[in-house]
């Protein structure tokens, strides 16, 4: 289909997916298979050898390149995958600037991992597009931030950080994993690379881990999908078909997810056991504005402090809550509770992006808000 002239809505239940050519299934099939036959040497119906292509995986990259309004996507068999990944276009030598607030995976990748390549790294508050322009070097490759960040729901603004990093000579990559590309399209603002960890809300039922690459520019594209073959971080094509599943519904879930968020958030502020929190739909939210001018909705992840009683009081918290599950992740149907500080951020403590230890962090998922309120009533009546 031709997806310019599409709704978000639209895009999501059609983009990518044509009826099965050979039987007219309307749902892609999953391919289950590692080889393809050829009718002479090297004359094939575009399938070799399924690290390189396979036919679920290619309705996957369509529907995914259409949704963030992008030209190409590549699949990945994790987000971490699909970071690494644009990381090997980066040269011993050259610098990656990064936001001071990513995915502790993403911090773990690129200290631990690739620093020991000669690849340097420095971290900025992206928050602040002049701080990013005061941290550019003449080295710069790649300008690399989450909007929103996690779990500090940061927003950073896409447009005018891409402009900083295009006047230094350096790609933008933007880590969209948190707004999903029903909320914003960062290729439309000026960046170069859109990466998801599809394991979130683009699958959506927290049973798929996955990432995707979305771009537009053909070079860098032919380079990434010689990489994905190379390296062959790819997904499997039972994942495709359900991650493809999990999308047909992604508009629809992620409006409840934003409204079910609104009216937890809402009562957390009025909460007299709750000191701060932290939601991009509050006006109370540093970057408010920004979010609305940036964001179709404030998304569906919520953090918050306690008054009173530190990391024990925030354990108490996660512990009591019974609708919402104690696990990491986000992004599901289901909500999830979690603190950051020991489980998903352990990889940044000590670090200077560390996470304070009594933050909680919901997902909050698209069940009925008024059971989730009744419920974190509950927790923090435990408290
Ligand atoms: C989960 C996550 C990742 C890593 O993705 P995986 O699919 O777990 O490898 C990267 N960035 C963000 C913002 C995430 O939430």
């Known amino acids: ?45 575009g399938y070799d050898y399924s690290r390189t292509a396979n036919p679920t995986r290619t309705a996957l990259q369509n529907s995914l390149a259409a949704l963030d309004r992008g030209k190409h996507a590549l699949a990945f068999s994790s987000g971490m995958a699909a970071i690494d990944t644009i990381l090997r276009l980066i040269k011993p030598g050259d610098h990656v600037l990064s936001g001071n607030d990513v ?18 790294f420095s971290f900025a508050e992206t928050t602040d597009p002049d701080a990013v322009a005061a941290a550019m070097q003449p080295n710069t490759k790649l300008v690399w931030f989450e909007t929103p960040t996690n779990p500090t729901l940061k927003i950073s603004n896409i447009k005018a950080i891409a402009d900083v990093a295009h006047a230094g000579g350096a790609w933008l990559g933007v880590d969209s994993t948190f707004a999903s590309p029903i909320l914003q399209q960062p290729l439309t603002l000026g960046a170069d690379f859109v990466v998801h960890s599809t394991t979130k809300y683009i699958n959506g039922h927290s049973d798929v881990v996955g990432g995707v690459i979305i771009l537009n520019d053909d070079e860098i594209h032919d380079r990434l999908k010689y990489l994905q073959n190379a390296i062959g971080a790819v997904p499997a094509p039972q994942d495709c078909f359900l991650t493809l599943r999990g999308i047909k519904t992604l508009a629809i879930r992620m409006k409840q997810h934003c409204s079910n968020a609104m009216q937890i958030a ?56 019974k609708l919402f599950t104690l696990a990491e992740s986000l992004g599901g149907v289901e909500s999830l509770i979690e603190l950051p500080a020991p489980m998903t951020h352990a990889t940044v403590a000590n670090s200077p992006l560390a996470v304070d230890p009594s933050l909680v962090r919901i997902s909050v998922g698209i069940e009925n808000p008024d059971d989730l309120v009744t419920d974190l009533l509950s927790a923090l009546s435990k408290v």
Not at 1 to 28: F, K, R, S
Not at 103 to 115: A, D, N
Not at 267 to 291: C, F, R, T, W
């Open 103 to 120: 995915y502790g995976g993403t911090f773990r990748l690129f200290k631990s991992v690739l620093e020991a390549y000669g690849i340097e």
């Open 266 to 321: 809402q009562m957390l502020e009025d909460h007299d056991k709750v000191s701060e929190v932290i939601y991009p739909g509050l006006e109370s939210h540093p970057q408010h504005d920004l979010a609305k001018q940036q964001m179709k909705g404030p998304g569906g992840m919520v953090s918050f402090l306690l008054k009173h009683g530190g990391a024990e009081a925030a354990e108490t918290v996660a512990k009591e809550a």
């Open 1 to 45: 289909m031709t997806t310019e002239n599409y709704q978000i809505e639209t895009l999501a239940v059609h983009a990518g997916v044509e009826p099965d050519p050979t039987t007219g299934a309307v749902m892609t099939p999953i391919y289950q298979t590692s080889t393809y036959a050829q009718s002479g040497v090297n004359q094939h119906k």
